[in-house]
């Protein structure tokens, strides 16, 4: 079936480092790709995205790249601060203007000061 | 800065019991969606919704799930008669207009099933 799922599902890393959460699709339709956050108790916060027409995003801190070949997009955190311990979800957009978007299973980051 | 608001943030309630979750999307929002997320699993879709009606719905959203727009600001999910495997957090997301995919979502409603 189609689904999006998550490499690792734990990573931990030291304050100041780069953080690097995998996500693979197996949805070829899918048109666009979100990264949400999600902290303990609280609902999913945006942190980043992408249209398939793009490979890589760049944000404050943060960087997406999407590969469409092998169906693998990644988030880049630099300079990881334990403001950044979360659940971090991918999620896509499989096709079409209504974006019921698909979730994965979350990987969570654990920053160690 | 514009937020969703979900009420109430916790309910406990009897099996085969009606439940009300009650979200004010931001304001000029015209998409309208209802997620749910079991205790340590991913976030699932459940259902859209746009000009009064809905859009989209999953498997999940069967009949005893319905939705509704009473008014101009309240967006409610109500769960007929709620089975043990309804408990999860339930989580309200809007969306503008535009071509942005952006889903903004509120805090959740804890739903315990007893």
């Known amino acids: 079936g189609e689904s999006v799922g998550l490499h690792l599902p734990t990573l931990s890393v030291q304050e100041g480092d780069n953080s690097i959460i995998n996500c693979a699709y197996s949805?070829?339709?899918?048109?666009?790709f979100i990264w949400y956050k999600q902290e303990s108790g609280k609902g999913p916060q945006f942190i980043i995205d992408?249209?398939?027409?793009?490979d890589k995003r760049q944000g404050q801190r943060v960087t997406v790249l999407l590969n469409k070949t092998v169906k693998h997009l990644s988030l880049q955190i630099a300079a990881t601060q334990p403001g950044d311990s979360a659940v971090y979800f991918c999620a896509e957009n499989p096709g079409g203007s209504n974006y019921k978007l698909t979730f994965g299973k979350g990987t969570l980051l654990t920053v160690n000061p | 800065e514009p937020e969703v608001t979900q009420t109430p943030s916790h309910q406990v309630t009897q099996m085969g019991q009606e439940v009300i979750l009650r979200c004010v999307p931001i304001s000029n929002h015209l998409y309208f969606y209802w997620y749910r997320q079991i205790l340590g699993q991913k976030v699932e879709f459940l259902v859209s919704?746009?000009?009064?009606?809905?859009?989209?719905k999953s498997e999940i959203f069967d009949d005893q799930f319905s939705v509704e727009r009473p008014d101009g600001s309240n967006f409610t999910l109500k769960i007929r008669s709620t089975k043990l495997e309804d408990s999860a957090m339930y989580f309200c997301?809007?969306?503008?207009?535009?071509?942005?995919?952006?889903?903004?979502f509120g805090e959740g409603s804890r739903l315990t099933v007893l």
């Open positions: 997301a809007s969306r503008g207009q535009g071509s942005t995919g952006e889903l903004f």
């Open positions: 949805n070829s339709a899918s048109d666009y």
């Open positions: 992408i249209r398939s027409n793009m």
């Open positions: 919704f746009y000009n009064n009606e809905i859009s989209e």
